[in-house]
């Protein structure tokens, strides 16, 4: 999952972001480039995170941990204000078919689900299975975005098709702690069901602004 959420974001932004200067393209601001290299740094993170606990090596990862908490708080802070000054722009991705105002609430929803899943990952850390269940949520709550740009015409035409993939995520948690526990954890269950209904949610109530 580490591997794929790096390959998710890379596939998403490489055109805008990673290679943009093979592809000519332009940063808006020193924001958006600020935003990006966080978003980056915390996905990047999270792999290395995984690998660590792999490895057994704890102490490495709990010491990480806490610059994880301070990217964190920070990600919060500049994923509102980059979606605002989108929204203050009429900013919305290529193709997106509903606006900016519709568009401005899925990363405030993304956002507030990202922040929600890492403190409760924070809050039981010191329940291994939970917290890490909750770090992978969490970390799928920022995958939209990346998603939404994959360079595919169906996701453009399709835009339920980003919850879709997301959902997937979710649910291949399920079908990994059903194989290995013989049930499914319940950091899963209520942190997968919470992070479905602000994906799904976040739609209609763009819509219904």
Do not use: C
């Amino acid at each position: 999952m580490a591997i794929f959420s790096i390959g998710a974001v890379f596939l998403g932004f490489a055109r805008t972001y990673y290679l943009a200067g093979i592809y000519h393209a332009h940063l808006r601001d020193a924001l958006i480039a600020v935003h990006g290299a966080a978003f980056t740094a915390w996905i990047v993170l999270f792999a290395l995170q995984t690998g660590l606990v792999a490895r057994r090596r704890v102490a490495q990862h709990r010491r990480l941990g806490v610059f994880g908490a301070v990217l964190a708080v920070a990600m919060i802070g500049l994923g509102l204000t980059a979606a605002t000054e989108s929204l203050a722009l009429g900013f919305a991705p290529p193709g997106f078919p509903f606006g900016a105002r519709v568009f401005y609430v899925r990363p405030v929803f993304a956002i507030t689900t990202f922040a929600v899943l890492v403190g409760a990952a924070l809050w039981v850390r010191s329940n291994a299975a939970a917290h890490k269940r909750l770090m992978l949520l969490a970390t799928i709550a920022l995958l939209g975005a990346a998603v939404g740009r994959w360079p595919f015409d169906i996701i453009r035409r399709v835009p339920p098709l980003i919850n879709a993939i997301l959902d997937l995520m979710v649910m291949s948690i399920a079908v990994f702690d059903y194989s290995v526990l013989r049930r499914v954890h319940r950091a899963t269950i209520a942190g997968g069901l919470f992070l479905m209904a602000m994906l799904h949610g976040a739609f209609f109530v763009g819509l219904s602004t």
